[in-house]
């Protein structure tokens, strides 16, 4: 076995005769966080539409835990093992916590009875309640349908799914970027206890001090294409707005941008 | 206060602004009609004093009206079984205006399957099959019914889900056909005589006890089920629900199917009660439906709403076709007023959603 869970070759998605992925190979070892940063509209949501299945790629290989995988759906690939936090949260607002933290994935009695099968209300409010203490994610009452909650306590709900259900891949796109100083800190220690339980990740983030902070490698996506894959402890700040800009690229991938 | 640490991560909750269920909102409105009537009542010149709510005949064994009561119920019990469908569509974020013309269209052929051969001695004069299809068991009629609203739910679903035609249009589309069905049946005319046991499923108050029954059968399904959970969440945020697995096409199919088999229901129960199956039965229910529902509380752009809620809308929308009778208002007001009431019910939808926004 290797030990690399995802792998991407040649990885392409036009819309019409937009280009917005363009040949992305890229590799990711378990245990692994990386980060991709890049100016908007450079394909980095597009990139991870493509891995969980959200659209049908151009075309490209994804090789995910060994084998090559062609995904129907966000749901084939979570059951797969990937969780994403999309950009546009998946949340339905007319639903309680608990409700959100375990659509789709319901606990029930009665298996029997098909789609007619009983919630089992107890056991998924109390999962629930143990996995935002766990977070030490602040939410008022898991009871409250979350249409008026904060983008921050949404977010939370939204990354706590993931957190809960343990996943051989969590992908998050932009997490904090509607966030206040705490709950940014909130997600930040999330994203710390994953690293703790060795399970991987792809942060998208425009957040240089975080990125920092908490991935050990930073892919650079300009254009569509990847233009850097720089190890955390070899570079700054600097050094990666360089790539992002266009200031710079690395030789291997000169022939992208 | 109340304030308690309820929430998790150690944050206030105070349980005593926790919202108020909607349900109740649609109770006092309740409480409050029925006391306009009664007001009206009194002051209306022409009405000689006459009570709406209480028995004013001066018999001692009753404090209310309950001949007035009886019809109520009874007026709204079989719209109110549609109604209970139309709830689970609206919830879902669909519409479906398909359910008053199927239940001509149910009604027509369900009934064709439950004549008696003999009527009063002679030959039934209204036979519609040969001599096979006279005195069948009742369960036979039932389950046509019940299959054919399933049929023509599953293409309302199926248009709905995979080709992406809008629901208004699917299901308009579903009216016309559905009437059509229902004339061509029989030529126009009318099917009569059913059999006792077909005739006993509706006789009395039978539409009141069968509209208590799916009504429970329907909450819990709403309530405490995966197919309830799923319907709120599409109707609440249809991509999220997709992105969360959730098989979207296949649960719409699923809504639409159980709300014509409803309304075939409603078909079987109104044919039995009449006795008589109509090619032109059903005129406006699907509006009706809808306006009980919307009455109800349950809110057109989806996600909201529940079976209690619709229950209350089907007794408003019953106390107050019942109110406009007993002031003398002609028919043709009534019809009016209630449109009015409709517009009013989705109004107040909208503007119960804006000043809960702005409320926290
Ligand atoms: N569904 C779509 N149809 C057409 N163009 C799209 C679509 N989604 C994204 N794009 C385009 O693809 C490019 C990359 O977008 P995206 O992956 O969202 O960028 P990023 O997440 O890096 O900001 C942009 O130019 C965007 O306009
Ligand atoms: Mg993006």
Redesign the pocket.
């Known amino acids: 076995m290797s030990d690399i869970i995802l792998e991407t070759r040649d990885l392409t998605k036009y819309?019409?005769g937009?280009h917005?992925?363009e040949g992305a190979d890229f590799t990711l070892r378990k245990g692994e966080h990386v980060a991709i940063m890049?100016?908007?509209?450079?394909?980095?949501?597009?990139?991870v539409?493509q891995i969980t299945g959200v659209?049908p790629r151009t075309r490209g290989e994804i090789i995910f835990d060994g084998k090559p995988v062609h995904f129907d759906g966000p749901l084939d690939a979570r059951q797969a093992g990937i969780e994403a936090v999309f950009?546009t949260l998946a949340l339905a607002d007319d639903l309680d916590v608990s409700d959100n933290l375990f659509l789709g994935r319901e606990k029930t009695w009665a298996n029997w009875l098909g789609p007619f099968r009983f919630l089992d209300y107890k056991a998924m409010r109390a999962d629930t309640i143990a996995a935002l203490e766990k977070t030490a994610v602040k939410i008022p009452n898991i009871r409250n349908t979350i249409q008026y909650m904060s983008g921050g306590q949404r977010q939370c709900v939204a990354i706590a799914r993931t957190a809960t259900f343990h996943s051989k891949l969590t992908i998050m796109?932009e997490p904090t970027a509607a966030l206040g100083v705490q709950e940014t800190a909130q997600v930040e220690n999330i994203i710390r206890t994953l690293k703790e339980q060795g399970e991987p990740l792809i942060l998208?983030s425009h957040n240089m001090r975080q990125v920092m902070d908490l991935v050990d490698r930073i892919i650079v996506?300009r254009r569509?294409r990847i233009v850097a894959n720089l190890n955390k402890d070899d570079t700054d700040g600097q050094d990666v707005v360089a790539y992002i800009t266009g200031a710079k690229t690395q030789p291997e991938y000169a022939g992208a941008a | 206060m109340a304030e308690t640490t309820h929430g998790t991560g150690g944050l206030k909750y105070d349980s005593s602004r926790r919202s108020w269920p909607n349900e109740f909102n649609i109770f006092i409105a309740l409480v409050i009609i029925v006391a306009i009537f009664e007001v009206l009542g009194q002051l209306l010149p022409y009405m000689n004093g006459q009570s709406f709510l209480f028995d004013t005949n001066d018999r001692f064994d009753s404090i209310f009206n309950e001949a007035r009561l009886r019809i109520i119920i009874l007026q709204v019990a079989i719209i109110g079984i549609i109604s209970l469908g139309v709830t689970q569509v609206i919830i879902s974020g669909g519409i479906d205006l398909s359910s008053g013309p199927l239940v001509a269209a149910t009604a027509m052929i369900v009934m064709s399957f439950a004549q008696t051969e003999l009527v009063n001695g002679n030959p039934n004069p209204k036979a519609v099959f040969g001599d096979w299809a006279f005195d069948l068991p009742v369960i036979v009629p039932i389950i046509v019914g019940l299959i054919f609203g399933a049929f023509i739910g599953a293409i309302n679903g199926i248009l709905i889900a995979f080709t992406r035609i809008p629901p208004f249009i699917a299901t308009l589309g579903m009216f016309l056909i559905c009437r059509g069905i229902a004339q061509w049946w029989t030529r126009g005319q009318p099917v009569s005589f059913p059999t006792e046991s077909y005739a006993a499923l509706g006789a009395g108050m039978m539409p009141v006890v069968w509209f208590i029954m799916l009504a429970v059968v329907c909450h819990v399904l709403l309530r405490y089920t995966v197919y309830g959970k799923h319907t709120y969440a599409i109707g609440s945020n249809e991509d999220a629900a997709r992105m969360s697995g959730i098989n979207v096409r296949r649960h719409k199919v699923l809504i639409y199917m159980i709300a014509s088999m409803l309304a075939a229901f409603a078909a079987i129960i109104l044919s039995s009660k009449n006795l008589t199956a109509q090619s032109g039965m059903g005129l406006f229910y699907e509006l009706y439906a809808i306006a009980m529902a919307v009455i109800g509380g349950v809110s057109l752009t989806g996600g909201r709403g529940s079976i209690i809620g619709t229950v209350l809308g089907a007794m408003v929308f019953g106390v107050i076709q019942s109110g406009f009778t007993y002031i003398k208002l002609d028919a043709y007001f009534q019809i009016m007023a209630m449109g009015a009431i409709i517009i009013s019910a989705v109004v107040l939808d909208k503007w119960r959603q804006q000043r809960a926004a702005t409320r926290i």
Do not use: H, M, P
């Open positions: 819309y019409g937009v917005a992925l890049g100016d908007n509209g450079a394909g980095k949501s597009t990139f539409r659209e950009q796109d998208i996506f569509g």
